[in-house]
């Protein structure tokens, strides 16, 4: 059992990874606009644009 | 006259903004060898533009989403100026490789299409180094390279693709609200991290409590506990612990203070009994308290959508050049460097850098912003001018009078900010409640120490400690922010955007609604609603000849009936000898025919005889809201045409409704005693303020409010703003202009009149479900505070209890989208329709 005073540390450790990752995902704007990427995303270039003349 | 009269033909579907293309503007054109119906010229242009440029899956995009646009917004009048450093060094930063960048409002976003395109479309254009789109917030942010693009080259590609954009200060404007967003973001996600994690420890310390634990592993769970809570107290819950502090020193009980008692007291209890190393703990309850009250607080936040401040679109509608006359010529110098005496010229279509007076010159200015006049003021010299308006056909020599802060748009501007500083501020509800709520439980939890204490001193704490962590102002806490969050969101789907929280409460007490006229409860768009014509003439012939005439002139109602010829797809002869007399009217040899438009007093001058029947006509429609254009042909008046700004579509159901409701109705324009007469005898009783200055819209609301009026204004213009900022509630209409909807708690963003009381409704609903979710956290207080001062709690009937309290509110307000439907599903289309069959008629 004494094997959770190691894990239960480790545990809270990669809780904190995540953290940092979040933290940094809302420095670099990843949560300001919440609804335009999700479109985006399905925006490929692959619809046929009118007789495929190049833009 | 019945409402059926108005030219609305089969609906066709605009092929660019998919909205009816039926009106008075429409038009067809060829693109890409197929006709198309298009709702306006504007929407055909941009077309044409998109597949020219070879972007034409914009339109796959755009259905496949099922959504519309809206016809392209004007395009910002001089983009050269923001070429210029000293008009640059406000907005763009520079970046050490030499590239600038710089955050641009851009109006007409509407769907992810639009993103797409405008990214696209700024992609191919060389120099353009980043451009990125936000949808939510509608804002470009671009990175290019001077050397090879100009700022006004991007501006005037978005302006071809039907987009209007204007940079601006970002920093300034948002800096603040966005600083504030992603703290409590930041502190979300922490506490979030929080709650995750001490979950576990729970669920290991409630499974020990069941099948037995050995207390050296209790004791190491309760140490985890506090580390995890600890830092999540301070940091995430510092918001509330700061506020509430903040609002004992001003003796101001808010919402703050009973989270911060409720976390501090669980914390300091469960702190004392890891230390004791006896007991039960509760440090996974101030952690998810904290979090679940977070996450509330940020959906409220989300909801708002408090941009850019309504200041700043309003010095955008100011010029920053100006062409001044000096001796040698004429030169571009920056607005800040004009002084009185300055002498101006402004060409055709240009915007007036400043107050002032005409030497020179003879136009029309477009002045509607300012005044709320629909019609362009003739201007001579001697005539003043104001800065922000809009010269029409011809050129103008002003003479400086007033710059800056002087100018009738600074102080408009200046209003508008008095305005918002004196607004009064709605009280929610929460607000009025929690000092009370918060003096009880503090005052029960003493009591309960006292009467314990005869027994011994642990006890007594246990148990008022007890009290006040089970009266959970978690529910209280969320109560209000849950339902805000769920109503602005089912709101936003209905094309209802609230900007504003508190405005959703303040719109359920209102009693007293005041309309803008030109824009809101009229189309704000002169337009040819019908034609008499003589015996023997056909409507068409007479529209042949009145537009022939009239596509050579700029005016509005040269422009209604140029637009009505094309939208019935008549063709146009030559016209030779176009002529305009002044204050009269127009003229033009058609064919060889001499055709004269205009009022009584051309075709008096004219000598032409004005028959009987017609003049009764023509004295019908001055009598009503519209202009009598008479047209003479050959000596002979052939017919009239009525130019009128029409009624919006369910105006005078909005005002029966209002009404029926006992809620007052007011009438503000700044048109003419008559026109608002007219308009009031067509959609029934109400008060009616007519020749209303700007300045004076707003203190016509603070009279209202005087008398204890509870005021919703409704609005368009730049000369509402004032109004909407002060008043009590305000919604400003989607077609007006940018500066009222920032003024404004609400947008329409399709302009329909008949949601208005929608918006009303959405309000009513809310607060019942705040005042819903108060009782449930109050019945429950009821229930269990005399429970936890009879010291009968156990830790499981409290893990049990306390989260059920807060899963209760957040249903009952997540329950709001459904009675919305249910009750917008039936309630105002059986309303209008009763009234359109009970067939009443103008």
């Known amino acids: 059992m004494s094997v959770i005073y190691g894990l239960i540390p480790g545990m809270i450790l990669l809780g904190l990874v995540s953290v940092l990752i979040f933290f940094w995902a809302v420095r670099a704007g990843q949560y300001d606009d919440l609804e335009g990427p999700a479109h985006r995303i399905l925006n490929d270039d692959d619809i046929d644009d009118h007789g495929s003349d190049e833009p | ?842």
């Open chain 2, 1 to 842: 006259m019945s409402k059926n009269n108005s030219p609305i033909e089969a609906a066709a579907i605009c092929h660019h903004c998919g909205l009816p293309a039926a009106a008075a503007s429409a038009c067809d054109g060829l693109v890409a060898g197929e006709l198309k119906h298009f709702c306006c010229s504007g929407c055909l242009a941009v077309c044409r533009v998109i597949h020219d440029s070879g972007l034409a899956g914009f339109y796959q995009r755009l259905r496949s989403q099922e959504k519309t646009l809206a016809p392209p917004p004007e395009s910002p009048a001089d983009m050269e100026q923001y070429d210029l450093p000293e008009v640059q060094q406000g907005f763009v930063r520079d970046l050490p490789d030499g590239r600038k960048e710089a955050h641009l409002l851009v109006e007409g976003i509407h769907c992810a299409a639009c993103v797409w395109l405008i990214e696209k479309a700024l992609a191919g254009l060389q120099g353009v180094v980043r451009a990125e789109v936000n949808l939510a917030r509608q804002r470009l942010w671009l990175q290019w390279d001077p050397a090879q693009v100009s700022l006004s080259a991007v501006i005037r590609r978005l302006a071809l693709l039907g987009y209007a954009a204007t940079p601006f200060d970002q920093e300034n404007a948002e800096g603040q609200m966005q600083r504030y967003n992603r703290r409590l973001l930041f502190r979300m996600g922490f506490a979030g991290f929080g709650a995750m994690n001490i979950m576990w420890i729970s669920i290991a310390l409630y499974a020990g409590s069941f099948s037995g634990i050995e207390t050296e592993y209790k004791q190491f769970f309760h140490w985890v506990g506090f580390a995890i809570a600890t830092p999540v107290l301070l940091y995430s819950g510092g918001l509330f612990l700061a506020s509430a502090w903040r609002g004992l020193k001003l003796r101001h009980l808010t919402m703050d203070l009973p989270i911060a008692i409720g976390a501090s007291v669980t914390y300091g209890y469960s702190l004392w009994r890891t230390l004791q190393g006896t007991g039960e703990v509760y440090f996974d309850t101030v952690v998810t308290f904290i979090f679940i009250i977070l996450v509330g607080r940020y959906l409220e936040a989300m909801a708002k959508r408090n941009a850019s401040s309504a200041t700043l679109r309003l010095m955008e509608l100011q010029p920053r050049m100006a062409t001044r006359i000096i001796e040698s010529g004429e030169e571009r110098v920056s607005v800040r460097k004009l002084v009185p005496g300055d002498r101006l010229l402004v060409r055709p279509g240009d915007k007036l850098p400043a107050d002032g007076r005409v030497l020179s010159g003879d136009s029309h200015v477009d002045e509607s912003m300012l005044s709320g006049e629909s019609y362009p003021q003739h201007k001579i010299a001697g005539s003043r001018v104001s800065a922000g308006t809009v010269n029409g056909e011809g050129v103008l020599t002003v003479a400086v009078e007033q710059i800056g802060s002087g100018t009738v748009l600074s102080r408009i501007i200046h209003l508008v900010e008095v305005a918002q500083g004196s607004k009064a501020k709605v009280q929610r509800l929460a607000d009025r409640i929690v000092p009370w709520f918060v003096a009880a439980t503090l005052l029960l939890a003493l009591l309960t120490f006292g009467y314990w204490l005869r027994q011994d001193f642990d006890t007594a704490l246990l148990v008022a400690t007890a009290v006040l962590i089970i009266t959970c102002p978690c529910a209280l806490g969320l109560s209000t922010p849950m339902a805000v969050a769920v109503a602005a969101g089912a709101a936003a789907r209905q094309g209802v955007l609230i900007r504003n929280g508190e405005a959703l409460e303040g719109l359920s007490t209102v009693d007293h609604v005041v309309f803008d006229k030109t824009g809101t409860l009229t189309e704000g768009r002169m337009r040819v609603s019908r034609i008499y014509a003589v015996a023997d003439v056909n409507e068409n012939d007479l529209l042949r000849y009145a537009g022939a005439v009239e596509r050579n002139f700029s005016h509005p109602l040269a422009r209604a009936i140029v637009q009505e010829a094309e939208r019935r797809g008549l063709g146009f002869a030559g016209t030779v000898q176009v002529q305009a007399l002044a204050g009269m009217g127009v003229g033009g040899l058609v064919d060889g025919v001499q055709v004269w438009l205009g009022n009584a007093r051309l075709m008096t001058q004219q000598g032409i005889a004005l028959p009987a029947e017609l003049a009764a006509r023509q004295q019908q429609i001055e009598n009503g809201m519209g202009v009598a254009v008479l047209l003479a042909a050959g000596g002979r008046v052939l017919g009239i045409l009525c130019v009128e700004d029409r009624v919006r579509e369910g105006a005078r159901e909005l005002v029966d409704l209002l009404r029926g409701q006992g809620i007052g109705v007011t009438l503000l324009t700044g048109d003419s005693r008559r026109a608002a007469e007219q308009l009031r005898q067509r959609l029934g009783e109400m008060h009616v303020a007519a020749e209303v200055m700007p300045e004076d819209k707003s203190r016509e609301i603070a009279a209202l409010q005087q008398q204890g009026r509870r005021v919703l204004m409704v609005g368009d213009g730049v000369n509402d703003a004032p109004a909407l900022a002060l008043a009590d509630v305000s919604i400003a209409m989607g077609s007006g202009t940018d500066v009222s909807m920032e003024c404004s708690d609400v947008v329409l963003m399709g302009s329909e009149l008949r949601k208005v009381p929608y918006a009303i409704e959405v309000g009513r609903l809310t607060l019942r479900t705040i005042r819903q979710n108060l009782m449930l956290s109050l019945v429950y207080n009821a229930i269990l505070v005399p429970v936890a001062m009879a010291a009968w709690v156990t830790p499981v009937f409290a893990a049990i209890a306390m989260p059920l309290s807060s899963l209760l509110v957040i249903g009952n307000a997540v329950l709001i989208r459904y009675r919305m439907n249910r009750f917008f599903s039936r309630q105002p289309e059986v309303v209008y329709q009763q009234r359109l069959q009970g067939g009443y008629s103008t």
